[in-house]
């Protein structure tokens, strides 16, 4: 039996905080001691939206603030976003891992280098990985060198499956799409896909958001919003297609989903995609920022509705062979030992490295934000000097202008001609 402390920022709805509580749950079932430690505060409904919430408080898995830790020993504590890496030396532990969900150093603008920087760190500081993709094992031994145990996330088939009875039956005149994912993170492209979406045609389409919005946004049909899990499968039930065009990716979940409860998606080719879904076979695959084929491939599937009914049986088969959760969670026991045994760093050397590499951080962050700033000062005082050159340059025109078009210059008209003409004989410049 181990003691275990996931780390997490918080135990709101997503797919990242789904896939720990399901882990948390069966871990604890199996006789292990689970705690979720979170950084921000949480009260006790914060996990209502859960199928699990009673069952976790039941198997007595705990949810405390970082603060509550006090000196408390764990056998393994697991980080579980790249923040909480940070906060993870204030939990005393033999061991420590980090469960890497998606490579998060790809989520940053571009201009955003020293955070990127920062993120890329955590996955070079002797910490035990566990990641949920095949590709994000290739990429962290590939681009970090590290070496990673894999524990592919499960699904609740009791929750998705095509028995399910749906919200509204599907539509016999044509696909109903399904789009899912919030509106104020840009990678999951949403505003996009809802486009591409109308582009096709298609107005029989579905939103699912965590955010709160005008239900009445362009495009869509119906809006769900902070939808409970256990009530997806009734929306998926109801739909035809699910359309996720995401631009970054670590386990692709909800396509999955999908799957289970009979349907089929159209995605682009981001990273984790290839985990299970087949362009052309249970889906279709688009390259990544190509709407126009998007819109294409959703206009086919309406027209050609044999190649809709094929998709959807592929998935299905897709689906069958996937794992559940309680495999799922027996594997990433066997990752969590695994990992262990790679993980180097001890408790004072992991405060060591944060503090360094948060002091480095924050300072690039400042001497960053100074050079902006006297960048945009020195942009400034070059405008300012323009603006003042064009503006005497307009003055003397103006005076000129005058001069010219005063009585006195016309009288004086004939002194000057004389004047030209003598410096012409005289040689003289006038």
């Not at 609740?156 to 599907?170: E, H, L, S, Y």
């Not at 998926?236 to 349907?263: N, Q, T």
């Not at 924050?362 to 934000?369: H, K, W």
């Amino acid at each position: 039996m181990l003691d275990i402390a996931f780390l997490v920022a918080g135990v709101g709805i997503s797919g990242g905080t789904n896939t720990i509580l399901e882990h948390a749950a069966n871990i604890a079932q199996l006789g292990n001691r689970v705690t979720l430690v979170t950084l921000n505060k949480c009260s006790p409904s914060a996990l209502a939206w859960h199928p699990n919430a009673q069952h976790l408080a039941t198997l007595g898995v705990r949810v405390i603030h970082i603060d509550e830790v006090g000196k408390r020993a764990f056998d393994v504590a697991i980080a579980t976003f790249w923040a909480t890496v940070f906060h993870m030396w204030k939990i005393n532990s033999e061991s420590y891992l980090y469960y890497v969900q998606s490579i998060e150093s790809r989520f940053p603008s571009e201009d955003e280098v020293d955070l990127k920087l920062l993120i890329d760190s955590t996955y070079e500081m002797g910490l035990g990985l566990i990641t949920v993709a095949s590709w994000m094992t290739r990429y962290l031994q590939q681009v970090h060198g590290q070496t990673a145990s894999l524990a592919l996330n499960g699904i609740r088939k009791d929750i998705f499956n095509a028995g399910v009875r749906p919200t509204q039956v599907r539509p016999q005149n044509g696909p109903r799409l399904l789009v899912e994912g919030p509106f104020d993170v840009a990678f999951k492209n949403v505003p996009n896909t809802l486009a591409a979406c109308r582009d096709a045609g298609f107005q029989d389409v579905w939103l699912v958001t965590n955010d709160r919005i005008d239900p009445t946004v362009g495009g869509v049909g119906r809006v769900f919003q902070h939808v409970p899990m256990a009530q997806m499968n009734e929306i998926y039930g109801s739909c035809d297609v699910l359309v996720k065009l995401s631009l970054v990716e670590g386990m692709f979940g909800p396509p999955l989903e999908m799957f289970h409860c009979g349907g089929t998606a159209v995605v682009f080719d981001v990273t984790g995609h290839d985990e299970y879904i087949k362009d052309g076979v249970n889906g279709i695959v688009v390259q990544t920022g190509n709407y126009s084929r998007v819109s294409d491939a959703l206009r086919k599937l309406r027209s050609r509705p044999e190649i809709l009914q094929r998709l959807q049986m592929n998935a299905l088969r897709t689906a069958s062979e996937w794992p559940d959760w309680q495999q799922s969670s027996a594997c990433f026991m066997n990752s969590i030992e695994d990992a262990r045994g790679r993980a180097t760093v001890t408790q004072s050397q992991l405060r060591n490295i944060c503090w360094r590499l948060w002091a480095l951080f924050q300072t690039g962050r400042r001497l960053r934000a100074e050079e902006r700033e006297k960048s945009q000062a020195a942009a400034c005082t070059s405008r300012s000097l323009e603006v003042a050159a064009h503006t005497a340059r307009n003055i003397e025109a103006e005076i000129l202008d005058a001069v010219y078009r005063s009585n006195s210059w016309r009288m004086t008209s004939p002194l000057r001609a004389i004047m030209r003409s003598i410096y012409k004989v005289t040689g003289r410049a006038g």
